[in-house]
Nanobody, 118 residues
């Protein structure tokens, strides 16, 4: 089994910063580890969209709308992924979800709310 838990959401004014964390745990994670980890978001009234992903080897991919503002990183020893969000904009307001690939199966966290006020 795989459990995914996010933390670090909250409310911030435009231009501010937040750091999200997500940890994967469970028997499958302990035995087989985690491959790609990533962050997605779902703005109000919109579909879920990719924010950033990172492979176990550290290769990253970002959505164009966060390039230069957000940084994804991970700690493989802790099976944890981070999303440092700087220069936040009101349009970044969304529920942010962590996604974990373990044994080619995808697991989602419960989501954490990020609200950016103007």
């Amino acid at each position: 089994q795989v459990q995914v838990a996010e933390s670090g959401g909250g409310s911030v004014q435009a231009g501010g910063s937040l750091r999200l964390s997500c940890s994967a745990s469970g028997s499958s994670v302990r035995i087989f580890g985690v491959n790609t980890m990533g962050w997605y978001r779902q703005p109000p009234g919109k579909q879920r969209e990719l924010v950033a992903v990172i492979t176990s080897g550290g290769r990253t991919n970002y959505a164009d709308f966060v390039k230069g503002r957000f940084t994804i990183s991970r700690d493989n020893a802790k099976n944890t992924v981070y999303l440092q969000m700087n220069s936040l904009k009101p349009e970044d307001t969304a529920v942010y979800y962590c996604n974990v690939d373990c044994l080619k199966l995808n697991y989602w966290g419960q989501g954490t709310q990020v609200t950016v006020s103007s």
